[in-house]
């Protein structure tokens, strides 16, 4: 199947490792250019050096996403590389807090969940207005769409898959699509769950046993090529719509 993403223009946020960095480098394997933003500039020209080995221009920029000013140079640098943008990805995330989270964590964590997709959208929406197409893509989670996690986690990534179905439905008529993509326990080197399991592999395959029917965590690359997809013109009816890339972890019916 030819996804259509040949020489178009994609920006991920978040894409120096784990989720993002995948769906960066799947991106540039389908001919893709990419531009890419995390914190940490050594792990973001690395993602960026690997993707130009995959025959695609690749733009590093060193930003932080909580900033809104940061976000505009982003976009802006974006621009300046390779004119326009077609795909956005707004991986950007963590959690922040727990049971009882202060002012602070509650604010941090909306900037980083939800401000950052909000301002980085709001940038590039008048550039997919301009040439009528447009794909955007806001990795939440399944705990935005289900009790769990931290209580401001859960709050973001549900309020960031409401926000892309009330932004889904208008934009509907002017070519673009807008859909949430929702992992479940997802491992990789260096992320939270990796670090669980390092640090109590007992209560993790207990965890696997109950919560996970296939047996197993997800992939990142299992993620990336739903995510691929729906940053494809192959789906071009399919907007406003919350994913599951969770093995069937999840319990909620819609």
């Known amino acids: 199947m030819d996804l259509g993403l040949k020489g178009q223009v994609a920006l991920v946020t978040g894409g120096?490792?784990?989720i993002g960095r995948e769906v960066a480098l799947a991106l540039a394997a389908e001919g893709c250019n990419v531009a890419i933003c995390a914190r940490g500039w050594e792990a973001l020209e690395q993602t960026a050096a690997e993707a130009r080995a995959l025959g695609v221009q690749a733009l590093a920029v060193a930003a932080d996403m909580t900033?809104?000013?940061?976000?505009?140079?982003?976009?802006?640098?974006?621009?300046?590389?390779?004119?326009?943008?077609h795909v956005l990805v707004n991986n950007v995330g963590g959690s922040r807090g727990g049971p009882a989270p202060s002012d602070e964590e509650w604010q941090a964590t909306l900037d980083l969940n939800l401000y950052a997709a909000i301002r980085a959208t709001r940038l590039v929406l008048p550039l997919m207005k301009q040439q009528s197409y447009g794909r955007i893509v806001n990795v939440s989670?399944?705990?935005?769409?289900?009790?769990?996690?931290?209580?401001?986690?859960?709050?973001?990534?549900?309020?960031?898959?409401?926000?892309?179905?009330t932004l889904a439905l208008q934009v509907a008529p002017l070519g673009i699509t807008v859909n949430s993509l929702c992992p479940g326990s997802?491992?990789?080197?260096?992320?939270?769950?990796?670090r669980r399991v390092e640090q109590d592999p007992e209560?993790?395959?207990?965890?696997?046993?109950?919560?996970?029917?296939?047996?197993?965590?997800?992939?990142?690359?299992?993620?990336?090529?739903?995510?691929?997809?729906?940053?494809?013109?192959?789906a071009s009816l399919l907007t406003g719509a919350a994913v599951n890339v969770d093995g069937g972890q999840s319990r909620s019916l819609i």
């Open 67 to 85: 900033s809104a000013q940061e976000i505009q140079r982003v976009v802006e640098e974006t621009v300046a590389r390779f004119e326009t943008v």
């Open 141 to 165: 989670s399944i705990y935005g769409r289900e009790a769990g996690g931290n209580p401001t986690y859960n709050a973001a990534k549900a309020s960031l898959i409401s926000f892309s179905k």
């Open 16 to 18: 120096s490792r784990g």
């Open 203 to 234: 209560a993790m395959a207990q965890f696997v046993k109950r919560d996970m029917p296939m047996g197993r965590f997800g992939r990142v690359e299992e993620v990336a090529a739903v995510a691929v997809f729906l940053a494809s013109r192959q």
């Open 186 to 194: 997802i491992l990789f080197p260096g992320g939270g769950w990796a």
